[in-house]
T-cell receptor, first 115, second 115 residues
Framework: AQKVTQAQTEISVVEKEDVTLDCVYE???????LFWYKQPPSGELVFLIR??????QNEISGRYSWNFQKSTSSFNFTITASQVVDSAVYFC????????????FGRGTSLIVHP | EPEVTQTPSHQVTQMGQEVILRCVPI?????FYWYRQILGQKVEFLVS????????KSEIFDDQFSVERPDGSNFTLKIRSTKLEDSAMYFC?????????????FGPGTRLTVL
């Protein structure tokens, strides 16, 4: 069975602070895919990143970076120099391999960035 | 930029009534998905659809639910006899290929309220 744990329910920071959102996963699949999505207050879901289990290289996209560590089953997301527009709920998700796409989402972390 | 659209944005219905939620995926996409998110909770996969048939469905997607691609553009989710617990935000998504390998584009969601 797959499981995604986002232990941080809510994080509150002041603008320009760096913030890391944690994601820990469990799966028996040797090949799997990890995702992060952003859900701003307007409610839509925005895809941020997909990472497969064979690619442990960290990724940076502007102020966003992701740290994938198979040894600890973690796929953490860091926002550098946070901005008010980063305020949203962030979901981590996991899907398996073998042609099955039933993703498991974490419960989400609500990030509030104060001006 | 192409986008997934959903109508209506908000649907209010009486318990026991049938509802149809509509989605227009991105035109060259081949895989379609429905998710639901009960208020304040995590996103849950309902069903995936490819080549005019269901590829996968979750335990939530019981006999009360059905999906259809009635024409070349629309993708619908029907709930035959709504229950109070069906109140949620329903998201449609599409991908050009398998979602494991391709970015999922989500629609803005339909908020369903069952009274």
């Amino acid at each position: 069975a797959q499981k995604v744990t986002q232990a941080q329910t809510e994080i509150s920071v002041v603008e320009k602070e760096d913030v890391t959102l944690d994601c820990v996963y469990e799966t028996r699949d040797t090949t799997y895919y990890l995702f992060w999505y952003k859900q701003p207050p307007s409610g839509e879901l925005v895809f941020l990143i997909r990472r497969n289990s064979f690619d442990e290289q960290n990724e940076i996209s502007g102020r966003y970076s992701w740290n994938f560590q198979k040894s600890t089953s973690s796929f953490n997301f860091t926002i550098t120099a946070s901005q008010v527009v980063d305020s949203a709920v962030y979901f981590c998700a996991l899907s398996g391999s073998g042609g099955s796409y039933i993703p498991t989402f974490g419960r989400g972390t609500s990030l509030i960035v104060h001006p | 930029e192409p986008e997934v659209t959903q109508t209506p944005s908000h649907q209010v219905t009486q318990m026991g009534q049938e509802v149809i939620l509509r989605c227009v995926p991105i035109s060259n996409h081949l895989y379609f998905y429905w998710y639901r998110q009960i208020l304040g909770q995590k996103v849950e996969f309902l069903v995936s659809f490819y080549n005019n048939e269901i590829s996968e469905k979750s335990e939530i997607f019981d006999d009360q639910f059905s999906v259809e691609r009635p024409d070349g553009s629309n993708f619908t989710l029907k709930i035959r006899s709504t229950k109070l617990e069906d109140s949620a935000m329903y998201f449609c998504a599409s991908t050009v290929g398998l979602a494991d390998y391709n970015e999922q584009f989500f629609g803005p969601g339909t908020r369903l309220t069952v009274l």
